[in-house]
């Protein structure tokens, strides 16, 4: 039995539209860029974007 395409996690930031590819995990307050297309696995607190989406680096959250 397949699971989700991907998964999504709290206070998650996007703009639209946003595809997804495969099974990837977004981390909680993670940013995805406009058009990024998300292959990878994204961290809590990082940023993705481009094509395909690469990590720009995390936010603080203090």
């Known amino acids: 039995m397949r699971g989700p395409a991907y998964r999504a996690s709290v206070d998650m930031w996007t703009s639209a539209p946003e595809p997804r590819l495969g099974p990837v995990t977004i981390g909680d307050h993670a940013r995805i860029g406009a058009n990024a297309v998300v292959t990878i696995d994204v961290p809590m607190s990082a940023t ?8 720009l680096g995390e936010k603080s959250m203090g």
């Open 48 to 55: 993705a974007v481009g094509i395909p989406a690469r990590l």
